[in-house]
Nanobody, 123 residues
Framework: QIHLVESGGGSVQVGGSLRLSCVASEYTYRRYCMGWFRQSPGKERERVATFEGYGSTTYADSVKGRFTISQDSAENTLYLQMNSLKPEDTAMYYC?????????????????WGQGTQVTVSS
């Protein structure tokens, strides 16, 4: 069982940037699918970006061109660089992991979750 700890959230104005971090308790690079999800009050948790074990990445349409997911294998850390932030990006952001190189198609199939870090974008 791995543990995931997110950090880097905070309050920022529209157009600003934040970088979220997710530290894993063990080596995950190319062994796990890693992903970022977010959830706003009253809404379902949605996938933001994923990093497949073979290195490919995917993004939700709403964040393409603004967010970048990356990994530092030496630090067992997953990042989410968020630029040009909008009020609709306000949410609790969660890091998730699942064993194996391929990411599950369903959110509920991710095995491990962090506790989340809050991002608030104000105008």
């Amino acid at each position: 069982q791995i543990h995931l700890v997110e950090s880097g959230g905070g309050s920022v104005q529209v157009g600003g940037s934040l970088r979220l971090s997710c530290v894993a308790s063990e080596y995950t690079y190319r062994r796990y699918c890693m992903g970022w999800f977010r959830q706003s009050p009253g809404k379902e948790r949605e996938r933001v970006a994923t990093f497949e074990g073979y290195g490919s990445t995917t993004y939700a349409d709403s964040v393409k061109g603004r967010f970048t997911i990356s990994q530092d294998s030496a630090e067992n850390t997953l990042y989410l660089q968020m630029n040009s932030l909008k009020p609709e990006d306000t949410a609790m952001y969660y890091c998730a992991a699942d064993p194996g190189p391929y990411c599950p198609s369903r959110r509920r199939d991710y095995t491990y979750w962090g506790q989340g870090t809050q991002v608030t974008v104000s105008s």
